[in-house]
């Protein structure tokens, strides 16, 4: 079985992690861009770190057999940050046009704050000139208020809600993010809110068109096989086999495939393993390591 795992941070993952993901069936991932863990503290940093997920980290994940895309955008917590923020938004456009770019993301709320909203708004404006899907991130405190916030602004700036992704849903918030037409994400987390044995009942409760699972994998305590974990939580769970691949595979690749950058053949023809390959002068490998050449 082929999956998609919609919402990982790669950059902060291991080799380990890769080969574990393409072990498991995980043959893309999308990398939205978001704060590292401490505030950037100028818009060089954040330039840089767009470069970083756009470039390097796309031939990393193509070393080991997966296909690696992007989403583009300035996250809500250093929006709160004006004058980096200012800076950043004049950056993105250029990137959001590159190639693997799949939407502007992960954007929306965090603190909810008066910033946060005015660089949400002006993303979805970004969002709606380059005709781009959108992926929400929607606040872990407060997250109904939230959630419900970031539908009406998406109203409000009249894009379609069939060209957004509002992530991190619970059951609190799915009926609702379902109802007004928007895609539901859900971060399947280890020992947190969100597990595989509460995505089954979601499952259950609303069927599988437009719910999407993914890891949020990052640099704090997460898992980069949420995915195919969860998956095979739903089978035991004698859910339809096509149901699973819906919101493991499918869901994701026709609400990011809109955005005309990730396609079915970039993994199903693609370019042979080569870890003798350079990315700007670096390997992968360290001295002595046998590549891997298929
Ligand atoms: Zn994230």
């Known amino acids: 079985m082929h999956f998609i795992d919609p919402h990982a941070h790669m950059i902060s993952r291991t080799t380990d992690d890769y080969e574990a993901m393409a072990k ?6 999308i990398e939205p861009a978001f704060w590292v ?4 503290t100028n ?4 330039s840089d770190y767009l470069s970083h997920i756009l470039g390097f980290e796309r031939f990393r994940a193509g070393q080991f057999g997966v296909r690696h895309y992007c989403c583009i955008g300035l996250n809500s917590k250093e929006a709160n940050n004006e004058p980096l923020a200012e800076a950043v938004m004049e ?3 250029a990137f959001a046009t590159k190639e693997s770019v799949v939407a502007i993301g992960e954007i929306g709320y965090d603190e909810q704050t008066e910033l946060e909203d005015r660089y949400f708004r002006a993303q979805l404006e970004l969002a709606k ?4 899907p959108v992926m929400i991130h929607t606040p872990h405190r407060d997250k109904k208020r939230g959630t419900s916030r970031s539908m009406d602004v998406v109203e409000e700036h009249k894009l379609d809600p069939d060209l957004v992704v509002v992530d991190h849903c619970n059951e609190e918030t799915v009926k609702e993010v379902k109802d007004r037409g928007f895609w539901a994400g859900f971060s399947i987390y280890p020992h947190s809110k969100m597990t595989a044995e509460r995505m089954v009942g979601i499952l259950q409760t609303y069927g599988p ?3 999407i699972v993914d890891s949020a994998c990052d640099w704090g305590v997460s898992d980069p096989l949420s995915v195919p974990k969860t998956a095979a939580l739903l089978k035991e769970n004698g859910m339809p086999e096509e149901h699973v691949r819906m919101v493991t595979y499918s869901n994701a690749l026709a609400i990011y495939g809109k955005s005309g950058q990730m396609n079915e053949e970039d993994w199903l023809s693609p370019a042979p393993i080569d870890q003798r390959t350079l990315y700007q002068g670096n390997s992968i490998l360290r001295g002595g390591q046998t590549p891997n050449v298929e």
């Open 24 to 29: 498991a069936g995980v043959v893309a991932v």
């Open 37 to 40: 863990g401490q505030p950037r």
């Open 43 to 46: 818009s060089g940093s954040y």
């Open 91 to 93: 950056i993105l456009p």
């Open 129 to 132: 000139e380059l005709e781009l």
């Open 209 to 211: 068109e437009k719910l």
